[in-house]
């Protein structure tokens, strides 16, 4: 199978440069007028899985809103995602996890073995324990063509002061990270380690053109990055590394699918404005 | 209903300063000569229950190893965790999850809300995207008499760097950290927010006999540190506060129930020489 980044690139081509966000939260169950149980979750994800196919190549499940409502929040992601592979979508599981040794290669299995159920096409991952402590979820990613995207640079403002840390040479935490993300992707691991690095943030000193990986960039449209912001902050990034995720206001169109798919393509075209 | 730092006091009173891991890895479930499927992972948590209800006040389930069967997982999670509530344990859910705003808030309803089938009495949680920005889990667990503790400082050579990385202040990732957690506990969420601290680090600059709220600390047993190293290093720290996790030592004692209370129980009185 080709590598994560290459897969990505293929349905950037074939789609545009977006990933579409699907994030159950109970204002937004409310706002569809569904309700905030694991039957609310099947009906938004269907809608979300139709509005999508074929207008969009990638979309990324927040777990977080579907653990809120235990195994049969999982059961109703499990079907989302089935449902999200057979309409030929890339999924990115949002699910931020990290930790070490067999408790992470736990993870890996999780999320990123073709038998689970919960199997994804790449899961999201922070590395407070270190990126090199993430090793079985990247080993097991190259094994099977699927991706771990770890943030690194989040434009929350709680995370700034300790991702621009400075490490013992000099480098701050942030950059250290893309470095050795960077490193992965050209060694042992290429096309499949990606990072979070958040649309509004002014560039730092890691160059992103040498990421050799995908670029899940929260933080556009309701968020407050333009597509142009965009445009500078990735400048010269490969075509199709670049995914720029948006969610809310894609998903405020809802609750019908017409509305859904006019929203998705119109942000997906202002961004294959700026970014292909 | 008491902080989360007094619960955990009273459960090391009447027992001991102990925390046993319940960590159905693969290896485990093998050696136990187990199913790894839900099934075996039911039995798996059964007989920790029985093994350690009334031998130990704390335990901490690795989320990582049910997430591996998805849903079905997650319902075996749920069954643990409900027979663990019955039997009197305190649980910490040991999920490492981190995430900002609405997202934050789902992993707070997932794991601290009375009402989720996965409610526990702690979770533990990773914040590479800033202390603050864990906020709807810290606010959810004082409100509901809960705890979220907090990876601090880990004792895996691949977090070192980062965790040792200097803030602008001087002040390093690690013991700002500590600074942060010890501000909560003792403004607006008294005994609510611990931190994972591993038993094998030196000290560091914070005098963590500060920190208001638990200090859970892996490592002890078949990890490395002795039961005399974590007396020094938690030396002064207020009686009940200090929650070795034992986990493989113990663990490693099963299938049989009685090999395992026989372990914690050692374990447990070894810790409680030094510690209490």
Known sequence: MADFAARVAAAVRATGPICC?????????AAWELPDDAQGLRTFGARCIEAFSGTV???KPQVAFYERHGSAGFAALEELLSAARQAGLLVV????????????????????DPQSPLASDA??????LGLGALAPLVDRAVATG???IVVARSSNPEGRPLQEALMADGTSVEDRMLEAIAELNATTAPGTVGAVVGAT????SFPLTRLGGVILTPGVGAQGA???AVGTLFAGCPTGSVLPNVSRSVLSAGPSVEGLRTAATRARDELAEVLV
Chains 1, 2 share one sequence.
């Open 201 to 204: 943030l002014a560039p730092s």
């Open 123 to 128: 899961v999201t991952a922070v590395a407070y």
């Open 93 to 112: 599981a949002d699910a931020k996890r990290g930790d070490i040794a067999n408790t992470a290669e736990g993870y890996a299995r999780a999320w990123l």
């Open 146 to 148: 699927r991706g771990v």
């Open 21 to 29: 966000g699907i994030d159950p939260s109970s204002d937004l169950l």
């Open 57 to 59: 190549g990638v979309v």
């Open 226 to 228: 333009t597509a142009d």
